[in-house]
């Protein structure tokens, strides 16, 4: 078995190659081989050398001439400045050289390890090279196409490697190398160790290493790592193995001595969180069979990151997990024995939840065993969160194949067993993967976002079988699987909401994969059935994109079930039925088609629908809607359009008659539903260019807006909703609103606030002789001081609207034909009002003139007028509950002497602000005949109390002098005319 063929094999020898791969790669690249030795007989010739920048292959081979042949490959140009002593009777003689001095290259390879910026200071006497004051530097390799000796500016990574160094090469002997390692780069380590094939391609350590390392070995031994002796000590503040995060690596004290290779202190942790630890041991045995101890402890551990170690996605899984694991084994031949220690709160992968882990696993060669810490099998069924019970299997590692046979599982509240053969060998032809499977009761939560209005928790009870196969080389080729499927669901939920059962069949037989299935869904039937026909070369994403077809086919489902799954909208007491059928077609061009039938459709008890029809198309390039046919809310509504899902049309047309408002909107909004009523008609259009827009026109008759009565009304509207949804606007145009003998015209605009609190609004509009008690709905009761007729102006809007305490405005209207027994509170002044009597008196003047903010209306002015009675009033009334705190001044008697004397006081003063002693005889003049009141409490029945009345208020009475010269003008107009 290859070292890269078995995964077991690579992590053992990873930490242990890469010490060795540092190394054997510095002592090489210090000793360049020397002459042969020397006799001390021998005579010498001394003279001095210098070369600047010469290819090193000259130098090699001019050493091999005289008997040094150096054990590695090296390439590159050096410069050396020696002191040569030449054995002149001994030229032939290795040994009996000697030369000392610098050497020096800016690039050099040694075999496959690249170095720069190579200083030393080298001595060679008696066949034993020296090396002092050794300086260089790991490189990286460059890109494609690029010389690799090609000078280079330094690497920021790229760290040095200073020592000595000691080698006995004539005769062969030993070599001895004291390094000490600062910010050593990792990558070069890497390269050399995939060249070597001790690890896989796609594997990558990134980092700097610091540390010490003193190295043995028979210079001839140099490539058999087994025979080093080492004792080293590295770290790295930020390594990184293929995508995990940054770790700070501690190696401890490491020692190789006679074929034993020892980690006793090995200490990671996680740069950004150093509470997540991993320490351990290693021991490796090279000798016999190669026997190996592996101790690892862990501490909250995120799974996605020990999955991106290995090169796996860091989605598959995720959690955090505690390890306590003991490895033994040998390596010839391979026998191992795992007893780990697993723990976890909460553990996923792929999206499934595992639920509460505290397992032990055992495994050795063949058998793997998972069982529940305490509580034995039963352990998932007894303690809360625990999804998995006990696990069992027997395994076989063959070259070409992995065997897993006998599982058993307890899981998820049920049990899983069968065979499954994956196999190694991927390019043998005749290599194959297999499941064999059958699993009862199994309860899989899966999260499926179908709709993002739909809970996306999906649970089931499951039971199936599963017989596949297909060739190793050909996976990716749908037209390459063999087998048949079966899948029953029982107790299907979304959410906590039961949602049906389903029998679902699957198979391939190379020239299609179909797919049949029946069941109960929301309450009704259901059949589909599917087919993807095969080609050699149909890929998978064709399958799931393009080459299928489907049929599915709803019967009598019930909307009450379904709108179980839609939170947040107002359909919990929808009832009814839907029927359809829907039919799916992606060749030659992808196309849907759709049917659907709504019969006997409630809402709270309410019929929005006998029948409605929906007939639905669609391709790659848009939706059509052929037909919108039926009865809702009592009367008819049809529809018909087309939307491009590209530059062409999107328009769809709707129209409605005679539709129950208030039961046509309970759906949508219930609250709004309680306060209109009436028949509308109307029709709409809905478009998309730059935003979603609708307009049309409305009918209304025989409605209720609030507490107003509306005989009659029309008006146009305009919507639009932003593309995503987060902004829109409405308006309703040229309103007119019959309310009895009244009239109501005006604009009225909504729209969305940008931080979605609330919504603005502006409205105008010009009433005429409309009922006063229609001006101000409320819940309390009609806000009204008699029943009166109003003609004039009313604005009302706001901004960050959420409420009546939001809304903003003004009014100016004139009142006519208010009977004084309506007034609030004023049957109760009958006894205080003399011969007065309240049930023939009738306003036939009046005005209203005030404000809406703060949640109230604001009477500014407030006055009606009768030949027996004059009322005065102001104050305000909330409109949330209808409740008043108002003022009031009653004014009885003969008028008419009162008027002339109001007349030449009003005249007095004359036409600007009246004196204050006008005031005061206007006063002392009135009070004689004056009430004065307050009422508090609801409109409907306010609380009346009488004051004292010492002095009229100074509006009050500016009221009644102001009526006065009103008066004299009139009289004084009146005689002119006549004359």
């Known amino acids: 078995m290859t070292a890269h063929a078995d995964p077991l094999y690579s992590l053992r020898t990873l930490g242990v190659s890469l010490l060795f791969a540092l190394l054997a790669s510095v002592a090489v690249a210090q000793n360049p081989a020397a002459p042969p030795a020397a006799a001390p007989a021998f005579r010498y010739w001394t003279t001095n050398w210098s070369f600047q920048d010469v290819d090193v292959r000259q130098l090699t081979e001019r050493l091999e001439a005289i008997g040094i042949a150096l054990p590695v490959e090296v390439a590159g140009d050096v410069s050396v400045r020696f002191r040569v002593s030449i054995p002149l009777n001994g030229l032939r003689q290795a040994q009996a050289y000697r030369f000392e001095g610098s050497l020096s290259s800016n690039q050099l390879r040694i075999d496959a390890l690249q170095l720069s910026d190579l200083r030393a200071a080298v001595r060679y006497q008696d066949g034993v090279l020296q090396l002092h004051t050794l300086q260089t530097r790991w490189q990286h390799d460059r890109g494609p196409g690029q010389n690799d000796l090609e000078p280079a500016e330094p690497d920021p990574m790229e760290g040095q490697v200073s020592g000595s160094a000691r080698a006995e090469l004539v005769p062969r002997g030993e070599l001895s190398a004291d390094l000490q390692l600062q910010r050593m780069a990792t990558t070069p380590l890497i390269q050399l160790l995939q060249r070597a094939g001790v690890v896989s391609p796609q594997t990558s350590l990134r980092g700097q290493l610091t540390g010490d390392a003193k190295l043995r070995c028979p210079i001839d031994g140099l490539r058999q790592p087994e025979n080093w002796q080492l004792d080293a000590q590295l770290r790295s503040p ?84 505690d390890l306590r694991l003991q490895a033994s084994g040998t390596q010839q031949p391979p026998q191992w024995n795992i007893l780990a220690q697993i723990g976890s709160p909460s553990l996923s992968v792929m999206g499934v939840e595992l639920g509460l882990v505290e397992h032990v696993l055992r495994c050795d060669r063949s058998t793997l065993r998972l069982q529940p810490i305490r509580g034995g099998q039963a352990a998932s069924a007894a303690i809360p969160g625990m999804r998995i019970g006990s696990v069992s299997a027997d395994y076989q590692l063959h070259p070409s194949r992995f065997e897993l046979s006998q599982l058993q599982a307890e899981l998820f509240g049920g049990r899983i067993e069968g065979r499954l053969t994956l196999a190694r060998e991927v390019a043998d032809r005749q290599a194959e993967h297999s499941a064999d499977l059958r699993w009862e009761q199994i309860r899989l939560p899966l999260s499926l976002p179908v709709l993002e209005l739909v809970n996306s928790q999906w649970t089931a009870e499951s039971s199936g079988t599963l017989d596949w196969r297909v060739p190793a080389t050909a996976w990716q080729q749908p037209s390459e699987h063999r087998g048949t499927a079966t899948l029953t669901l029982h107790q299907l939920q979304l959410g906590d909401v039961p949602i049906g059962n389903a029998n679902i069949q699957l198979a391939a037989d190379g020239q299609s994969i179909d797919l049949d299935g029946e069941g109960q869904l929301f309450g009704g039937g259901f059949q589909v059935t599917a087919a993807a026909p095969l080609a050699n070369q149909t890929s998978w994403q064709d399958v799931w994109q393009d080459a299928w077809q489907a049929d599915l086919e709803l019967q009598s489902a019930r909307l009450s079930n379904l709108s179980r799954v839609m939170p947040g909208r107002n359909l919990e007491r929808l009832g009814g039925r839907v029927s359809g059928s829907i039919t799916i077609r992606n060749q030659p061009e992808p196309q849907v088609e759709a049917q659907l039938l709504l019969r006997n459709v409630v809402y709270q008890n309410r019929q929005l629908t006998p029948q409605l029809r929906l007939d639905l198309r669609g391709d790659a390039g848009g939706l059509w809607l052929d037909r919108l046919e039926g009865r809702y809310a009592g009367g008819i509504v049809s529809g018909s359009g087309n939307w491009s899902l590209g530059n062409g049309s999107r328009q769809i047309s709707l129209r409605a008659t005679s539709l129950d408002l208030s039961t046509a909107v309970a759906p949508f909004s219930p609250q709004t539903a309680a306060q209109v009523d009436g028949y509308v008609s109307g029709t709409a259009t809905i478009t998309r260019v730059d935003a979603y827009r609708v307009k049309g026109a409305i009918q209304w008759h025989d409605g209720r807006l ?171 009334i909330r409109l949330a509950d209808g409740r008043m705190d108002v003022g009031a001044v009653l004014n009885t008697g003969d008028f008419s002497a009162q008027n002339v004397l109001l007349r030449q006081l009003a005249t007095t003063a004359g036409s600007g602000a009246i004196p204050l002693s006008v005031l005061m005889q206007a006063n002392e003049l009135l009070s004689n005949r004056t009430l004065i009141v307050d009422l508090s409490g609801p409109v409907s029945n306010p609380r009346v109390r009488l004051k004292t009345v010492d002095t009229l208020r100074a509006n009050a009475t500016e009221f009644f002098l102001r009526q006065a010269r009103r008066a004299a003008t009139a009289a004084v107009i009146g005689v002119a005319v006549t004359d």
């Open 706 to 876: 609030i507490e107003i009565s509306i005989e009659s009304g029309h008006a146009g509207f305009q919507a639009q909703l932003s593309d995503n949804l987060r902004s829109w606007q409405a308006g309703l145009n040229q309103v007119q609103l019959r309310t009895g003998r009244g009239q109501w015209t005006g604009d009225l605009h909504v729209a969305s606030m940008a931080d979605r609190r609330g919504l603005k609004m502006a409205s105008e509009w010009k009433l005429r002789r409309v009922d006063f008690t229609d001006l101000f709905p409320s819940s309390g009761g009609p806000i009204a001081l008699g029943q009166a007729r109003a003609s004039g102006s009313l604005t009302l809007g706001g901004r960050a609207i959420r409420g009546v305490q939001d809304l903003q405005g003004r009014f100016d209207v004139e009142l006519d034909g208010t009977e004084a027994r309506a007034v609030p509170g004023l049957p109760r002044t009958q006894n205080y009002l003399g011969a007065v009597s309240l049930g023939s008196v009738r306003f036939d003047e009046g005005r209203m003139r005030g404000s809406v903010g703060g949640g109230a209306v604001v009477l500014h002015e407030f006055w009606l007028l009768d030949e027996q009675l004059r009322v005065f009033a102001d104050g305000s």
């Open 238 to 321: 930020n390594l990184q193995l293929n995508e995990t995060p940054r770790l700070a690596f501690d190696s401890g004290p490491v020692t190789q001595v006679e074929g034993r290779f020892t980690m006793p202190e090995l200490n990671v942790q996680y740069v950004g969180n150093p509470a997540i630890r991993l320490t351990g041991s290693v021991a490796y045995q090279w000798a016999g069979g190669q026997p190996f101890d592996l101790r690892l402890t862990a501490n909250d551990v995120p799974t996605e990151q020990v999955a991106a170690m290995f090169g796996q996605s860091s989605s598959l899984v995720n959690g955090k997990v």
